[in-house]
């Protein structure tokens, strides 16, 4: 019986061996650390640790030890099922959550109940027996031997079902991997989990370990013979490694025989060890023998570290950019065995042209230049495109690239990197022998391209330096000349006072060559940056990498502050290194900037008051429908009329106030048109002055006689009375309100002194007042909405915020000048125009009034329906009510001969306005319609709701301008 037991243990440190060699070479040959290598390393790790727990179970037996400590640890061989399922799961996908939560689950599920079989009786306990096999189970043996073997049942049907649907490479790999799973997982699972809840007949489930071999083997196999490591590289490591240990072990036994009678046990054992260790550490001798036994497995043909060296040193020495392509080539071709190849390199465009090639006519020789497609797959993967892997994968992209792949003739396309920077590629075709490009070939390929790129980089440089020098020796004289007559500012110091100053650098700064040479550099920066600007000028002089390009303010000779922007960089300037720094003023830019961020403030605050000037026109529209109800059922003599007016007046003001917040909301464009500027003050003087008190006296003249603008007359207007009004409003005991036109340069000195405009040829709107004037505080915040200084009730807060958003549109400047008790100076730049002013439209005739037609009305506001059908209905119509836009399409449809008109609000529930107007001329085509809503009409039309030129009848909306809406639409 114990040589039963030692025939069953002992080959099993074998299989325990071969299973952990696989394991650690598998988990060493993972460049890319891909989680299929990873479960499938754990796989032969976990089976190793399976294989040897029950070796020593049996090996202790059979020397009459106990064993049932190994009995017990014997569960960790449960651990190969979460693996076994992980490969499955990645292989499907490498990003698979399920094969995650696998991990996260069965893991610590399992090492839960190996402890539990270590440390308790619940699983295993003492009374265990190995041949014939008999043991007294614990109370969760046999069930978790149960939950066990459904595990391998999963992963047989798992891997059945992956390899059905699998192709190209996994299909491969999972050809072989299922033989493998099918032999553990029928053989293993059977033998410890199914037949162990029937008695096991005698069968300790260990033995199940001698199922592990074949699964491992073939995996592993599998993914060496596709795509992961050469197997004759293993097998040269392994055979070297046991011809080592041999001629290790038989040296030691010698030395230790010929010691032992004259030095002892003890010396005779340090004896041999010390000169073993001496001939193996410290003589070529191990590389000998490594080297003997590459010779006879690999034939010298897989030395990759030989290649990489020889190839390394040669492209380090070598300075000459054609000569480096052809020794790129050549390692290529006699290391790799490739049919043909082509280096391609980096253009100014961007794109990788062809620069070399070898081999076949028909290959990638024939291709000039990469597609943009592979171009940018390179740039966002930075790995070489496979064309077997790309034929293996469902993706349209890896289609599309193994099929360019194919066109080029290619097998394999590395990119060259340098420094994060795709410097080029090298495809390869097809091996001289057929055979598969492995991992190895793969990493010796990324290596190459890797050295190559810096000597590519390195000879490149060589070159560019060459050049450099020859043209440095006769452009000495032409740099100076550069660097006197560029526009941008040179500096050069060593952390003290400034060595050279350019003409462009004295311009900028105001200082005189003598003056700017006697200061120290950081005295011409802003306090605020200073002690930035010196750390970092001591970290560069030291040595130190820094961000070459950095924003700050510098102040002039005059006190003038001016943001900067420098290109910093070092250099041996008489002798010493030197700072260099190329300077630019960004002052314009970063007024720019901050305005571009009021700009986009402005625009929130817009949209937040366009929402809320239409929820506040619904609410209006209720109640200027009841009071002018109320109004027409009082007599005229009646008391209430006055309230009632009182009523309609304070609607009024609140309507004005909700178009200026629906104005300000929609920002609508202006239609431009030509016309005089000077005319359009002259017609507007009698309606200012009729809005101004006595007190306040009104100056209008022109500097020119004509001043042609194109322009939104209606806006202009509106930009003048809101000036004028502003202007009266800053003169409460009264003054003079100065209103001008004229045209004006805009040259340099305008653009410094108010950081806006285009140089030309402007007309100008200017309004003056002589009132209490505002402070730098106020006068940067005027054209903000919701901002007023006119105390609560008195302003809305918006004048002067439209009033730039319509200059805004008119592609014009508005600039103030303003000082406490002078008054204030607001001036409207508005671009010349050479065409010929517009007249005026004529004020439309009042359409008499006219009733006896049907008008079907669709109003979802019952208040509001019920007061629009009462102002029709005095007008002698006949209104057809409808509370929702399918109750008016079903009323049109029963009615539509004798209806004349629709009068529909834009937004109601079920079917809103526009889709009512849709379905009605799908009945009568030239059906007329007149919309309403609460909304602004500009930003209906904006948002595609309302077509430009329909007509449109704002809420709310007083009795007249209902009736003059309805009868405008009705005209024949």
Not at 362 to 378: D, I, K, R, W
Not at 895 to 908: C, F, Q, W
Request: proline content about 4%; some cysteine; hydrophobic content about 45%.
């Amino acid at each position: 019986m114990t040589d039963l037991h030692a025939i069953i243990g002992y080959p099993l440190f074998l299989v325990s061996g071969v299973e952990l060699l696989l394991g650690f070479l598998l988990a060493k040959q993972n460049p890319t650390n891909s989680p299929v290598n990873r479960s499938v390393a754990l796989l032969a790790f976990f089976s190793a640790a399976f294989s040897l727990c029950t070796g020593l179970m049996y090996v202790s037996a059979s020397l009459g030890l106990g064993f049932t400590f190994y009995a017990r640890a014997n569960w960790i061989g449960w651990f190969t099922l979460p693996a076994a399922l992980q490969f499955l799961y990645y292989s499907e996908s490498e990003d698979s959550r399920t094969a995650d939560r696998i991990g996260l689950v069965l893991y610590p599920f399992w090492a839960l109940m190996l402890a539990l079989s270590l440390f308790t009786d619940l699983i295993v306990t003492d009374n265990y027996v190995l041949i014939p096999f008999s043991s007294r189970p614990g109370p969760l043996d046999n069930l978790l031997r149960f939950f066990g073997a459904c595990l391998a049942v999963w992963v047989i049907v798992k891997a059945f079902l992956l390899r059905r649907s699998a192709s190209g490479l996994i299909k491969k790999e999972l050809d072989f991997f299922f033989f493998g799973v099918f032999v553990f997982g029928s053989g293993a699972g059977f033998t410890a989990g199914v037949l162990q809840l029937f008695g096991g007949f005698g069968l300790e489930p260990g033995l199940a370990s001698y199922f592990s071999l074949p699964w491992v083997a073939l995996t592993v196999y599998a993914i060496a013979r596709y795509q992961l490591f050469d197997i004759r590289l293993i097998l040269s490591r392994t055979i070297a490694t046991i011809l080592l240990l041999m001629i290790f072990s038989s040296l030691q036994a010698g030395l230790f025989l010929l010691f032992d009678h004259a030095l002892g046990h003890v010396l005779s054992v340090f004896a041999s060890l010390s000169i073993i260790g001496v001939l193996f550490f410290s003589t070529p001798f191990s590389g000998k023998v490594q080297s003997l036994v590459n010779s006879l497995v690999l034939k010298d043909k897989y030395l990759y570290q030989d290649i990489i060296s020889n190839a390394s040193r040669a492209m380090s020495t070598i300075l000459n950019l054609n000569d480096l392509l052809v020794h790129i080539m050549n390692t290529l071709k006699d290391n790799l065995r490739v049919d043909s190849a082509s280096l391609y390199l980096r253009t100014a465009a961007g794109g990788l042209a062809l620069r070399k090639s070898f081999g076949s006519d028909a290959g990638t020789a024939l291709s000039s230049e990469l597609s943009s497609s592979m171009v940018q797959h390179l740039l966002v993967t930075k790995l070489p495109i496979i064309r077997l892997v790309q034929e293996s994968l469902p993706e349209e992209t890896a289609v599309t690239l193994a099929k360019e792949l194919r066109t080029l003739g290619a097998e394999i396309l590395a990119p060259i990197f340098y420094q994060g920077r795709l410097q080029g590629a090298l495809a390869l075709g097809p091996k001289l022998n057929r055979s598969t490009y492995n991992q190895t070939d793969i990493l010796l390929l990324e290596t190459l391209t890797g050295h190559a790129a810096a000597a590519i980089e390195n000879a490149t440089l060589f070159q560019e330096t060459l050049r450099i020098q020859e043209s440095l020796r006769e452009s000495e004289g032409k740099f100076r000349t550069l660097a006197e007559t560029i526009p941008a500012a040179i500096f050069i110091h060593q952390g003290g006072k400034f060595l050279y100053a350019n003409p462009a650098g004295e311009l900028l700064t105001g200082y005189g060559h003598d003056e700017i040479l006697g200061k120290e550099f950081w005295e011409l920066v802003h306090p605020e940056y200073r002690h930035l600007i010196r750390d970092r000028a001591g970290k560069r002089l030291t040595g130190e990498q820094l961000a070459n390009q950095y924003e700050f303010k510098i102040i002039t000779r005059n006190g003038e502050e001016k943001w900067v922007i420098m290109s910093a960089g070092t250099m041996d300037y008489q002798g010493k290194p030197s700072i260099i720094g190329t300077v630019f003023e960004i002052t314009e830019r970063k007024n720019l900037e901050s305005r571009l961020h009021y700009m986009q403030k402005m625009e929130a605050i817009g949209k937040l008051a366009g929402g809320v000037a239409h929820d506040f026109n619904n609410i209006l529209g209720v109640i200027v429908g009841d009071a002018s109800l109320l109004q027409l059922s009082l007599p005229q003599d009646d008391p209430l009329q006055n309230h009632v007016n009182h009523i309609l007046n304070s609607t009024e003001r609140a309507a004005t106030l909700t178009q200026r917040l629906l104005t300000y909301g929609t920002r609508k464009g202006s239609s431009l048109n030509p016309c005089d500027l000077a005319s359009l003050v002259d017609q507007q003087a009698k309606f200012l002055n009729g809005g101004l008190p006595s007190a306040v006296r009104l100056v209008i003249a022109s500097d020119a006689k004509t001043v042609p603008v194109m322009a939104d007359s209606p806006q202009i207007e509106r930009v003048l009375m809101n000036l004028v009004v502003n202007a009266r409003d800053a003169m409460p005991s009264g003054g003079t309100i100065e209103v001008r036109t004229g045209t004006v340069d805009i040259d340099a000195a305008f653009l410094k002194k108010n950081d806006f405009g285009k140089p030309g040829t402007y007309a100008f709107l200017s309004v003056k007042d002589s009132g209490a004037g505002m402070d730098e505080s106020v006068r940067k915040r005027i054209f903000e909405p919701f901002f007023s200084t006119k105390g609560s009730g008195k302003g809305t807060g918006f004048g002067l915020s439209i009033v730039y958003d319509i200059v805004k549109d008119h592609n014009g400047y508005i600039a103030v000048t303003s000082s406490p008790g002078e008054g204030s100076l607001f001036t409207v730049y508005l671009p010349l125009t050479e065409a010929s002013a517009v007249p005026r439209p004529s004020a439309r005739t009042t359409v008499p009034a006219s009733g006896g037609r049907t008008i079907l009305l669709a109003e979802d506001d019952g208040t509001a329906r019920a007061y629009v059908k009462t102002v029709l209905e005095d007008q002698g119509h006949a209104v057809i009510e409808a509370e929702d836009g399918e109750v008016a399409v079903q009323k049109y449809r029963d009615r539509h001969a004798e209806i004349h008109l629709v009068v529909t609000d834009i937004i109601m529930p079920k079917l809103n306005g526009r889709e009512v107007i849709n379905l009605v001329r799908s009945i009568t085509p030239d059906a007329k319609v007149l919309f309403t809503s609460g909304y602004s009409e500009e930003l209906l039309i904006k948002t595609g709701i309302l077509a430009a030129g329909q007509p449109f009848l704002p809420k709310p909306a007083t009795r007249a301008e209902i009736i003059a809406k309805t009868q405008q639409v009705l005209m024949p």
